[in-house]
Structure formats: C-alpha cells, structure tokens
C-alpha cells in the first residue's frame, strides 16, 4: 500500500518516492534528499525510487530498523541493475551509516538513531569556512564574540562588524550544507534556511535596498551572489554550480551589521525567517545588550572571559535569546514567513 509522493529539490530536481514519507525520520529523510540529487546529478533523467521503507505489516525480522523509520531499500528509476554499484557509493556519500547490497533487486540503506546524530537543517556554516578578521584569517570554528570580521553595510560598503553572539555552535553536530560555486571560483557552504544575498542579474547596486534576501536551498544556478573581490570592493558573481554534503560541525556567528562575509561571499546572519529586516529588528534587544556589555561588564568581565564564557554557554547549541525567538516567533508568525521544522 505504498503511494507515490514526488519531492521536489530547491536545486529543480525532483525524486520520486514510493512509500508512507511521514513515517521516515528526520534523519533518514535528510539522507534520501540529498541521495536524491546526487543520483539526478550522477545519471540525468534518472529519480531515486524508494521501494521500502516504515514497515506497517510486520514482514521484517524483529528489531528491523523499517520499524523505526531508520531504513529503506533503493534502486533507480530504470531498474538498471549496472548502476547499483554507484549508487551504494552514492548513498555513502550522502551520509547514511549502513549501505548494503542486499539482493539483486535493491540496495538497504539504513541511519543510526535521529537523537545520536543531528542534521540541522537551519542556518549555519561549516567550521572550515574562512573569515576575513582585523587580526587576519580565521576559520569558522576559531570565531568568537567580539572578533570584528569583514560584513558589509547597508549601502554596500565592505566593513569591520563586531561578532555581538554565536547563535549556534555545535562541534558534534551534523550539517546538511548547501555549497553555491561562483564564477569567479567562489564556493560560500551554509545550511538551506540560512539567508544569502543575491541578484537575478549582474547590474543590480550592492546595497542592501537592491538585493534579494533567500533561503541557501532556494538559490538556482544562474542567479548571482556578491562575493569580494578584493577586501576593498564587491562583485556579482553567477552561480555556475550547487551541490549538497553533510559535514559536521555548525558555527552561526552574529555581528553588529547582520552581515557577514565567508569564504569570499556576502551572506546575512540570518536564518528561517525569510525577511532579512525584520530578523535584524527583533536581535536589537541582543545587540543592546551586548553594547551595554562593554561599558559595565554585565554580562562579560573582559574579552577573554568572554571567548571561554562563550565556549562553556553555546556549545550546546542554539543561543537563548535565537531559541526564545524562534518559540515565540512559531506562534505569531506564518509559516510563510517563518520555517518551522
């Protein structure tokens, strides 16, 4: 009694899959989608097909992960036995913890349990990304609040922006990243509800005003991100390529501008409310917060204290004040404006 449901990539891929979506976990989902667009990408006009998953009539052996939502049996669309080879090193790559040829009809797939592993699926970068700092480069992982790194203002003006939080550093965690490679050979890797600037065109001012603000998973090749050129200037770059991998690590860094510039390209700190200015007015509180900080040390003695401070408080994951918003904002906001996951 398996349905068929088509789900459709933000990369316009679609992949179609036979079986009860609901009763997968998260984390198996998360595998299968990004499984979706490498087998797309890997053999066009060929879909994923999903032949089992969430077992509903017991024909299992006792424990089978198909009764926790932990497993599913794969082919592709044509059935061509020749490709099954790549495609268990695809579904390897996509992350999943067990990969097996089983029989001649399909390939198991299975994950370990969605409380062992997180994919987050909000906005965040990889702790590999570089940024540009007044100190020098850094990468993602060395970031901490009051670090001042390379943002860009609202009238598109590269600028120094002080690191106000982290609002959300994970080390063990996992991320499904979405990397947009430009043509001038920039490659920016965040999560698909982070929020990134981009132009449908190369003509556009740089100013905020005259920027779209979208989710990373809803970036198409074609469309042009601004990336620098130098730390001097700013240039529209198209987006030749897009691809998706899990890597694990996940690192939010806040500045004061809502800006910030990784691996060469102009990103917002944003995520999962999709209007950039009204994520930048409610963290006002925030960055008050933080200015008050500095001058009567009520929150943060000094910047040492602050960087070991910051480590013991964010390490578990997402910042107090982005998870108060985040639960407040689910009850006022529409799930047109704000993702809810």
Not at 196 to 209: G, K, Q, V
Request: proline share 1%; aromatic share 12%; net charge negative.
């Amino acid at each position: 009694m398996y349905g068929m449901q088509d789900i459709n990539t933000k990369n316009k891929f679609t992949c179609s899959l036979f079986f009860y979506y609901l009763y997968v976990g998260r984390l198996c989902k998360d595998k299968l989608n990004i499984l979706a667009i490498s087998v797309t990408n890997t053999w066009p006009g060929v879909k994923l097909r999903v032949t089992e998953s969430w077992d509903e009539d017991g024909h299992h052996e006792k424990g089978s992960l198909h009764y926790e939502g932990r497993a599913v049996d794969i082919t592709t669309s044509d059935r061509d036995r020749s490709k099954y080879g790549m495609l268990a090193r695809l579904a390897v790559d996509a992350g999943f913890d067990w990969v097996y040829y089983e029989s001649r009809g399909h390939i198991h797939c299975s994950v370990k349990s969605d409380s062992s592993v997180a994919v987050v699926i909000g906005g965040c970068f990889p702790g590999s990304s570089l940024i540009q700092t007044e100190a020098g480069v850094k990468s993602m992982a060395e970031i901490s609040v009051w670090d001042r790194v390379l943002s860009m203002s609202d009238d598109g003006i590269l600028k120094y922006s002080e690191v106000i939080a982290l609002m959300d550093l994970d080390k063990s965690a996992y991320g499904r990243f979405y990397n947009l490679e430009t043509e001038n050979g920039r490659r920016i890797s965040l999560t698909g509800k982070h929020l990134i600037y981009i132009s449908r065109n190369n003509y556009t001012s740089t100013s905020l005003d005259s920027l779209e603000v979208i989710y990373a998973d809803d970036v198409s090749v074609g469309d042009y991100l601004v990336t620098d050129e130098n730390t001097d200037a700013l240039e529209f770059s198209k987006v030749v390529n897009i691809s998706v991998d899990t890597r694990q690590g996940i690192y939010a860094p806040l500045t004061k501008d809502g800006t910030i510039v990784v691996d060469g390209v102009v990103a917002s700190c944003y995520a999962y409310i999709n209007n950039n200015d009204v994520a930048h007015f409610v963290f006002a509180p925030l960055r008050f917060l933080h200015d008050v900080s500095q001058y009567l040390n009520l929150f943060i003695l000094s910047t040492s204290d602050a960087d070991e401070s910051h480590k013991n408080v964010v390490s578990t994951g997402m910042h107090w004040y982005a998870n108060l918003l985040y639960q407040i904002g689910t009850h006022v906001l529409s799930p047109d404006t704000l993702f809810v996951h």
